[in-house]
T-cell receptor, first 118, second 114 residues
Framework: DAGVIQSPRHEVTEMGQEVTLRCKPISGHDYLFWYRQTMMRGLELLIYFNNNVPIDDSGMPEDRFSAKMPNASFSTLKIQPSEPRDSAVYFC????????????????FGPGTRLTVL | GENVEQHPSTLSVQEGDSAVIKCTYS??????FPWYKQELGKRPQLIIDIRSNVGEKKDQRIAVTLNKTAKHFSLHITETQPEDSAVYFC?????????????FGKGTHLIIQP
């Protein structure tokens, strides 16, 4: 398996523009997570999905951020309009759980998208 | 929500010595505690994890201990090598019948001095 795939790897845009980040989870994984990493705030959970359904979006910073998962192999994170403070590395991660009381929760991270908003 | 504190923020050790990184968590319901290693410009990669039903887990030169009563867990790296230099993150989550998002500590920059 190729692992979690993210695109683009780097994105430079101007303030006010729309940005769309893409993620393909590992085949067969039923959970997908979006994280953001900055020097100031570290690694933060933004939102996660189970079987394509959003479960917890309490980490999404504001209404400018939205995420979708139209099918099991694709998710997007959209920022509209983008602002300089959105500059960060955005990671997508996926995991598989058996559903039992001790279900496994190892999360595999993608390579990340480095977003710079000028 | 969960809050994870991690110490120290930077740790410098001589090659061959041991390194210990400590984390505390706030939510007593958390039962899954992974450790990730992140090299500069790379993705976080899981190096070891522990569940709340065990107190210690070891994998070659790395080990993790968990004290549920005190709500803290630690990463131990023995016989450190130059390739151990990286940023290490602890995390906590609840996993019971499904997954949950991870709450990460702020990271420890481990420097191995030759």
């Amino acid at each position: 398996d190729a692992g979690v795939i993210q695109s683009p790897r780097h994105e430079v845009t101007e303030m006010g523009q729309e940005v769309t980040l893409r993620c393909k989870p590992i085949s067969g994984h039923d959970y997908l997570f979006w994280y953001r990493q900055t020097m100031m705030r570290g690694l933060e959970l933004l939102i996660y999905f189970n079987n394509n359904v959003p479960i917890d979006d309490s980490g999404m910073p504001e209404d400018r951020f939205s995420a979708k998962m139209p099918n099991a192999s694709f998710s997007t994170l959209k920022i509209q309009p983008s602002e300089p403070r959105d500059s960060a590395v955005y990671f997508c991660a996926s995991s598989f759980t058996s559903g039992g009381s001790l279900s496994y929760n190892e999360q595999f991270f993608g390579p990340g998208t480095r977003l710079t908003v000028l | 929500g969960e809050n994870v504190e991690q110490h120290p923020s930077t740790l410098s050790v001589q090659e061959g010595d041991s390194a210990v990184i400590k984390c505390t968590y706030s939510d007593s319901a958390s039962n899954y505690f992974p450790w990730y290693k992140q090299e500069l410009g790379k993705r976080p990669q899981l190096i070891i994890d522990i569940r709340s039903n065990v107190g210690e887990k070891k994998d070659q030169r790395i080990a993790v201990t968990l004290n549920k009563t005190a709500k803290h867990f630690s990463l131990h790296i023995t016989e450190t090598q130059p390739e151990d230099s990286a940023v290490y993150f602890c995390a906590a989550s609840y996993s019971g019948g499904g997954a949950d998002g991870l709450t990460f500590g702020k990271g420890t920059h481990l420097i191995i001095q030759p």
